[in-house]
Nanobody, 115 residues
């Protein structure tokens, strides 16, 4: 399974970005997909996840500003980020999990929010 992210970049505080992640390869069952991020000098953390039937979960920092969505037919998961803050600066990673041991990550995309 391969995950490829796109959509990162540099944006001013208050701006918006949309991240996209496409999955390819052999995927079985009902995969959970999500976005995580790793700010500079910090550990990787949850941003949002979405189940195969659209149930979402957000980190407190993302609630009200970010929206996760997925297209099961296209095998994509997107993250719409609005009202971005400098503290949202991080490398953002797409993640896909199915079954017990199948856990895949994308290569990451940099998001930088300037003040």
């Amino acid at each position: 399974v391969q995950l490829v992210e796109s959509g990162g970049g540099l944006v001013q505080a208050g701006g918006s970005l949309r991240l996209s992640c496409g999955a390819s390869g052999s995927i079985f069952g009902l995969p959970l997909m999500g976005w995580y991020r790793q700010p500079p000098g910090k550990k990787r953390e949850l941003v949002a996840t979405i189940t195969n039937d659209g149930i979402t979960n957000y980190a407190d920092s993302a609630k009200g500003r970010f929206t996760i969505s997925r297209d099961n037919a296209k095998r994509t998961v997107d993250l719409q980020m609005n009202s971005l803050k400098p503290e949202d600066t991080a490398v953002y990673y797409c993640r896909l999990r199915f079954g017990v041991v199948n856990d895949f990550w994308g290569q990451g995309t940099q998001v930088t929010v300037s003040s």
